[in-house]
């Protein structure tokens, strides 16, 4: 049962995602056809500077829909069952997650909470404590399969795994999805765990796609005060 | 740490179904208005039967998208955590569920799997490891609290729930969602859990709305063959 | 050929929505089941004051998601195939629209834009046009059934119709799509016409239930600037 | 005012779409990370034959989700606004469609229907309406710019513009979305002018990926039936 930390890994996005976003963006107010525009884009006929000026203008604007036609999948290791739990919430995006239901979960791997790490105490209890997990889930398999639950038992045995319990997921998103998202979850009102995803995630679109990416990330960034009100800020950015 | 079974309360829906899917069927073919038709059906001035009947025949030809401005709004508990992670994959649907970062999970409630109801060597093993699971989350929780993790020591605790822990959500989907949701979850392939629950929730539709969920469920119901595959099918009907 | 005016029917709204949203929310924290709550929350032993109360807070910080669980379903008549055309790219929405297909558009009614009902040469030249199309569609028509296109003759016939042509079309959203809705299409940047029929939806919204609805609206109305940029802002709110 | 006809331009789609599919299809089933293995795929370790069956396998038995994950984006033009209100009923996709509230349609380009190409009374007269709109057009336009409208003036004047007037969209769909389209807009119950330029989009789909959609099209040819009913059957396929 060794301890796993978050690890994200771009696998797939939109080739030459600048010229595509500018490309949309101008077929709404340009009387030619884009479809001839984009190789000349691709080719640098119109300046990078040019495309990117115009693409971070009219996001200022908040008109954001062009930006859905790029998107990013993410391979992700190293995060909870009580993450992904959270993340699938997001519903305009797609998912393909590791299933409990057909995967053995015998020597499942697990995610440390940092404050259990910091505290000797805790992390020990912890660590007893997953050590019975993993004696339960497969005294529990093997009741199940000598009584003729055969493939299963590993079905009902994850029952007794826990919200610390590791997973991998495929994940994609359109860009005006992942700015949504990375509003939410960069946010420190948001789970440690999925906040440290979430900054991993933002880094990789801000290097592939910095005109979109750049002033992502918590509401605050942007609206320079924090909305989440007087209970639950951080205190980064006044209340408004 | 009572153990709970599955239950689901039908907490709101549109009111006069039939009439609001009959006038937005009538509405794309029809020259008048559906607004001024609308009381007439609720009314009755067209007879109950004859619109059932129009419903059906429109629904048979696959031309589904009317049916789905009629909602349901359930609100479930006696559930796990396995069972709301895979609920919330489906995305034409809202969500609110009971957080565990936010209420207390010391006393947490649990699903029990039929398989360890059967086999009480199962049972009583599983049990032992709910009693290990309390005392980690409540010591974990006490050391995060000593330590002055306040308020997120519960965030952290949860760690150790185990996906049987139970839950609650709060659920709305429109009837073409709700379709396509039976035709996966009360599919024997699915899980029994959601299996069970999206029994009872199909029940709930029938009663309120039958000529619309009369047919619905495992998608062989309707196909009349099993498209699961060789390897993964009931038998309850043949494979194509 | 009669000209037609924007007229919005409420056909459709969740039963007690305040107290559906109140319960959602609540759920989310609480660890009782709202599904008990839910009949002390009708009956109104939580008082309604209470309960807006929530809601306002709750939807102040941003945290919207639990609104979706009521929806709005409109008739909405005497709106022009340009406006409809915009409409039904919201895509969190349910729509069935009057078919040109099938239905006979050999006496189309038509919206007349303020701007020409203003300026009688402009009236005078738009309706001698509308004549014209009538005309056009109605040869167009009987050529094509001379030359045996029987029913499809209307689908060829309409491709002269202009977009001004009305249209009737019922539309569901939940409260968390309206209000964005709203944000886009009360702005005195959207389409005078859209803006009207979003004029008279939020009219609508804001009796049902005003704790949702009270602040919806354009987008300046609650950042109290202009987001729209210095070219396109109409200037009632100064730029950021 | 030129006609046009449809042209459908792939401007990007994701890359080693068929690596990414199965990548996320095997991580639901798999105990490794596909963050590693997706290296592996593209370098060709598992052939693309082997790759191809095992998603042609899964897609049989229904579960498409997986295919989510790559995505087409098509510039097209050569399209009229009737088919363009349709195209943007399908939902799991993202528009960005020329503006004739910005874009000037004094010498607007148009789509002739087949049917009236084919007889020529019908082409004559319904080149003669065209002739109508454009003075109609830019009459309108003038008599506004000359009461003061300025850029509002193209807003208006565009309510004369028929559904056979020519226009520009750039469309992402991700295979699922895609499939679904082509089931609904491949069938010869579709418009003409929509199943056209549905062919051609699947004709390139099923260049860059087979085996996702060389089975693609109208349901009929899945089903080997047709589910239309029998007033609305093209005859190609029995009814059920």
Known sequence: MPQKTCRVELVASTPDPMAVIYAAFRQCYHAGFVGDMHTKL????IPAEKQAAFIRKVMESGHASPIEHVSFTFAIEGVSRALTHQLVRHRIASYSQQSQRYVDGSNFDYILPPAFAKISEAKARFE???DEVGDAYQELKKILEDNG????????ARFVLPQATESKIVVTMNCRSLI???EHRCC???QWEIREMANQMLEICRKELPCVFEDAGARCEKLKYCPEGEKFT???YPLP
Do not use: H, P, S
């Open 128 to 130: 007893k404590f997953l």
């Open 180 to 182: 949504n998202f990375f």
């Open 234 to 236: 951080c205190g980064r």
């Open 42 to 45: 691709v080719d640098g006929e």
């Open 188 to 190: 420190t009102r948001a």
């Open 149 to 156: 639950r055969g493939e299963k038992a590993k079905e009902d």
